[in-house]
């Protein structure tokens, strides 16, 4: 009888440390979830600190509903651009017209396609930790900045420098 009943404590000791590390396991996946939420409402304030969670986070899902703005407003365009090509006119100044403005709006779709393509950027620096800080000088761009163009790269002052190297290149 003794040899059972010390079987039966070795099951149960296997069982309770199975039992424990999916719980410690689970436990540091919650912690690591639970400040990620935020409201609806959260502005970020520059009393917080730069580039916490909660900043990464709200930059993320403005920058991701802003793409679907703009991919939904692309294929919008794109749709019903593609339905005018079926109307021809004889008249040339209404072709010129027709052609004029199917131009404007592939350039305004190029654009957007570009804007896109800059808001991936931004969303692969919040997975790299580096959104938030400049490219060139690793300064925190600040948060007024990042609020009005959440694609930015640069501080003002890098972005000022940068444009002014590309007005003398374009001279050249």
Not at 14 to 20: F, I, L, P, Q
Not at 143 to 162: D, G, N
Request: glycine share 2%; proline share 3%; charged share 35%.
């Amino acid at each position: 009888m003794p040899k059972a009943s010390k079987v039966k404590k070795k099951v149960s000791k296997s069982k309770t440390v199975n039992k424990t590390k999916p719980k410690s396991l689970s436990k540091t996946k919650n912690t690591q979830k639970s400040p990620i939420k935020i409201s609806n409402a959260y502005i970020p304030k520059e009393t917080e600190k730069y580039m916490c969670e909660k900043h990464k986070v709200f930059f993320r899902i403005k920058l991701q509903e802003w793409k679907k703005e703009l991919i939904k407003a692309n294929n919008e365009a794109l749709y019903n651009g593609s339905m005018d090509d079926n109307s021809i006119s004889a008249d040339i100044v209404d072709q010129a017209s027709s052609y004029t403005d199917k131009n404007v709006e592939m350039k305004a779709i190029n654009r957007q396609i570009k804007l896109i393509s800059e808001i991936d950027k931004a969303l692969a620096r919040i997975r790299e930790d580096t959104y938030g800080y400049c490219l060139d000088t690793a300064e925190p761009i600040g948060l007024k900045r990042l609020m009005a163009r959440p694609v930015a790269k640069y501080t003002i002052a890098a972005q000022e420098k940068h444009e002014k190297d590309e007005k003398v290149h374009a001279d050249d």
